[in-house]
């Protein structure tokens, strides 16, 4: 199997998965998934038919697996990468960009967005100020970057945390053949003020030996939006 250094970066920006309900903002049932980083490399070589995986192979796969039964999630074009209704944000920096006014409760209720409960995206993502900058990162690994495209799928009132693993499970060993064996799952282990996620860490536990599902603390396994708004445990 070849794969070029975009590839293999793109590959690893979908091989992790966190699924997380907001918590804050009183938009009851609203839940998503989100694809993020997994460095190392994964691959199986036990394929007998190599396989070249372009940057537009690996994104129209993504895309086309989502987007098929029984999955139903409905595709959304990638957002500019200078958001054109959103003053909080100098460059669109994460998938979830365009889908803020739903997490916050905002959303038109004459907009195509209200009525989304499944959509898979690939989103063109600019890192370079803010709280999600990756700069100190740039240069020393593989993985972070500057400018790169964030592939995504997300539920909103819809499926949650065993579906969205179930999924990513299913895409990462049976579509992009990675190796399972070489695969880890974190979970948030809890704090002083909030429960340990161990809905998440069970559900992995169906895939995974106990040894590959890993306790991680709020700085790795629990998402924020920001100072306020949407929040909860997340899994990778």
């Given at each position: 199997?070849?794969?070029?250094?975009?590839?293999?970066?793109?590959?690893?920006?979908?091989?992790?998965?966190?699924?997380?309900?907001?918590?804050?903002?009183?938009?009851?049932?609203?839940?998503?998934?989100?694809?993020?980083?997994?460095?190392?490399?994964?691959?199986?070589?036990?394929?007998?038919?190599?396989i070249v995986w372009t940057t537009e192979?690996?994104?129209?796969?993504?895309?086309?697996?989502?987007?098929?039964?029984?999955?139903?999630?409905?595709?959304?074009?990638?957002?500019?990468?200078?958001?054109?209704?959103?003053?909080?944000?100098?460059?669109?920096?994460?998938?979830?960009?365009?889908?803020?006014?739903?997490?916050?409760?905002?959303?038109?209720?004459?907009?195509?967005?209200?009525?989304?409960?499944?959509?898979?995206?690939?989103?063109?993502?600019?890192?370079?100020?803010?709280?999600?900058?990756?700069?100190?990162?740039?240069?020393?690994?593989?993985?972070?970057?500057?400018?790169?495209?964030?592939?995504?799928?997300?539920?909103?009132?819809?499926?949650?945390?065993?579906?969205?693993?179930?999924?990513?499970?299913d895409i990462l060993t049976n579509v992009?053949?990675?190796?399972?064996?070489?695969?880890?799952?974190?979970?948030?282990?809890?704090?002083?003020?909030?429960?340990?996620?161990?809905?998440?860490?069970?559900?992995?536990?169906?895939?995974?030996?106990?040894?590959?599902?890993?306790?991680?603390?709020?700085?790795?396994?629990?998402?924020?939006?920001?100072?306020?708004?949407?929040?909860?445990?997340?899994?990778?």
């Amino acid at each position: 199997m070849k794969l070029s250094n975009s590839v293999l970066n793109m590959l690893m920006a979908i091989a992790a998965v966190r699924a997380f309900r907001p918590v804050s903002t009183g938009n009851k049932g609203r839940n998503a998934l989100l694809l993020n980083r997994w460095p190392g490399k994964l691959f199986s070589t036990s394929e007998k038919k190599e396989i070249v995986w372009t940057t537009e192979k690996v994104r129209n796969t993504f895309i086309e697996f989502f987007e098929q039964e029984p999955r139903n999630h409905k595709f959304q074009p990638s957002s500019a990468c200078a958001p054109l209704n959103d003053p909080t944000l100098l460059f669109t920096n994460a998938g979830m960009n365009q889908f803020k006014p739903i997490f916050l409760g905002q959303v038109d209720p004459n907009s195509p967005l209200a009525s989304l409960e499944r959509a898979v995206n690939s989103q063109k993502c600019i890192r370079a100020g803010g709280k999600h900058n990756d700069l100190e990162d740039v240069g020393r690994d593989t993985y972070h970057h500057t400018f790169f495209e964030m592939l995504g799928t997300w539920s909103f009132g819809d499926y949650f945390k065993e579906e969205a693993i179930a999924y990513a499970w299913d895409i990462l060993t049976n579509v992009y053949k990675l190796d399972p064996e070489r695969m880890y799952a974190t979970y948030f282990q809890g704090s002083d003020s909030l429960e340990p996620d161990y809905e998440a860490r069970d559900f992995w536990l169906k895939y995974l030996p106990e040894e590959r599902v890993i306790g991680c603390d709020a700085k790795d396994n629990f998402w924020e939006m920001g100072a306020t708004g949407p929040c909860g445990p997340c899994t990778e």
